[in-house]
Structure formats: C-alpha cells, structure tokens
C-alpha cells in the first residue's frame, strides 16, 4: 500500500484554504491590524522591522506556502511535504518569540489594547493561538495525506505495483476503451447458457432436452453443419 502515491486534489482542499488563510492573517496582523486598533504597537499601519520579518512574515509565508501546496497537490508525497512546512510555519508562531531572545530580538510590539483581556486576545490572535490551530490544520493534512482511502486501495488492489505508472492509471467509465468486445448468441448451439434458448414448440429446437441437466450439449439441429474440427458424428 505505500505506493499508492495518487491522490484526488479534494483530499486537501479545505486544509489548504484554511492554511493559506491563517498565513495571511498572521502575516498581515502586525501591519494591518491598526486599521482595526487590533494589533501590536506602534499604532502605525505597515511598519516594518526586522524583527516582524523575523516573526511574523518567515512563518506566514511558510504557512500560506504550505496550504497552497496542500491545497493543489495531486500526489501523496508532495502534499505530506506542504503539511510539514505549513506545520513547521505553525511552530514557530508559537515559540519564535522566546527563541528569538537568544539573538536579543525585541519582537513585534506590544499589543494595542488597553485591557487586560483585550491584550490577551490581540497576543493569541497574532502567535500563540494561531500557531496551534496552524499545527492542527497541518497535522490533519498530515495524515490525510499519509493514509490511503479506500478508493485509492482498491484501485491498487486491481493494478498491483503497477499502480503508480501514469500509463496505467484507471479510466473513468466515460472515457472507455474505444473497442467493443464480442459477445456469445444468446440462442442455438453455441450460446453461452442452454437455458437462454426459447422453445419453438414441440417438434422445435431444443426439443427433448433436459432443462435440469446444463452440462449436456444441445442435440444437433437438422439445419446445423459441420465445422472444422467437430469430431462428432454426422448431422441429421
């Protein structure tokens, strides 16, 4: 089952949306946030610093990246490694601050409002809380992407190791084949069920033949010929 690596690009569409949408929200916060009075100081839009690069842009960019990968993925392997970087854009929201003080970084600012509530929120909107669902997001993703459906097992099933070669990816019903194949009569001495062949009456076709024994041939017919090869005796 490991080289199943087609998905459908479903698979991953709403973890893909709501990725790229939290990389935008945490990337633009800081910088938009004061149209609102929602965000960090200075209570100035679009100022920049390194440090907001540093930790708010790096991991947005790393997020919304990795949704739009998750999100436009059609193969197994890619769509884990878009998880795994919207993941690792998620961890660091959360812990960039504290790490960032080893280099003596001063952060984004400090939140906007004036309550302790307020303040609370604004801080959890912007890194804490938002890292977390992020991770979420991408774990789930994660193990979508990383387990295979049903569809995609059955599908196996039927092609083996041959599964994952474009050439012989399974067809939709639509499309067919282009060829028709032959079928059996569904009468006379070659159909493919003694059973199928309707009575003519007494004296017709089929007379005298037992319907509970199907594993004896049809009697010769007085209009049947030979063909090349019948080893049975001569026709009536």
């Not at 990337?27 to 009075?37: K, R």
């Not at 930790?55 to 739009?68: D, H, K, N, V």
């Not at 993925?73 to 660091?92: D, H, N, Q, V």
């Amino acid at each position: 089952m490991t080289g199943t690596r087609r998905v459908p690009r479903s698979r991953g569409a709403v973890c893909g949306i709501l990725l790229v949408l939290l990389g935008l929200w945490g990337g633009l916060l800081p910088f938009a946030g004061p149209y609102v009075d929602f965000g960090f100081t200075p209570d100035r839009t679009w100022f920049y610093t390194t440090d907001r690069l540093q930790l708010s842009i790096a991991p947005a960019i790393a997020t919304g990246l990795g949704g739009l990968i998750v999100l436009a993925a059609a193969g197994r392997m890619l769509g884990m490694a878009g998880a795994f970087l919207a993941a690792l854009g998620g961890a660091w929201f959360v812990v960039g601050r504290p790490v960032a003080a080893l280099w003596d970084a001063e952060g984004v600012g400090a939140p906007l409002g004036t309550a302790e509530g307020r303040r609370l929120a604004e801080d959890l909107a912007g890194f804490a809380a938002l890292g977390v669902v992020v991770v979420f997001l991408a774990a789930l993703a994660l193990g979508r992407f990383s387990g295979a459906g049903t569809r995609e097992a059955e599908e196996y099933d039927d092609y083996g190791s041959d599964y994952d070669d474009p050439r012989n990816a399974p067809s939709s019903p639509a499309s067919g084949s282009g060829t028709t194949q032959p079928l059996a009569p569904s009468f006379g001495r070659y159909s493919r069920s003694p059973r199928n062949d309707p009575p003519e009456g007494p004296g017709g076709r089929g007379a005298g033949y037992q319907v509970d024994a199907p594993d004896r041939p049809w009697p010769p017919h007085p209009t049947d010929r030979r063909v090349a090869g019948d080893r049975d005796g001569p026709r009536l």
